[in-house]
């Protein structure tokens, strides 16, 4: 799980699960740079906004064209509700836990 705040005034914050990550941001046309302070990589996308959604796709990262082509999707919401690794970890072990007594119960 994944998130981003854009600020107006250049700044984002960038969320992976409960983990913040912070840094500015430029847009120039449908280009849409990032750049984390701490390591000064850059990482440019096109954007493409669709009513609430938001598709970024990886252009460039610190000045190479990826190998594979990556597409990310983003929908606008009000509020942040990010679980936990812990969290998510644990539904895992769930659904993990629930399959496997629904194969021994078949059989």
Not at 63 to 70: L, S, V, Y
Request: hydrophobic share 30%; net charge negative; charged share 30%.
């Amino acid at each position: 799980m994944s998130a981003y705040i854009f600020y107006d005034d250049g700044r984002y914050d960038s969320y992976i699960s409960t983990v913040n990550f912070s840094g500015r941001y430029t847009i120039k046309g449908n280009e849409l740079t990032i750049t984390n302070p701490s390591t000064n990589k850059d990482i440019v996308f096109k954007y493409t906004v669709n009513n609430k959604e938001l598709t970024l796709s990886v252009i460039e990262e610190d000045g190479e064209a990826p190998d594979e082509p990556e597409v990310r999707k983003y929908d606008r919401v009000d509020e942040l509700n990010q679980k936990s690794v812990a969290d998510l970890l644990g539904e895992i072990a769930k659904k993990n836990q629930d399959a496997t007594e629904t194969a021994n119960e078949a059989e």
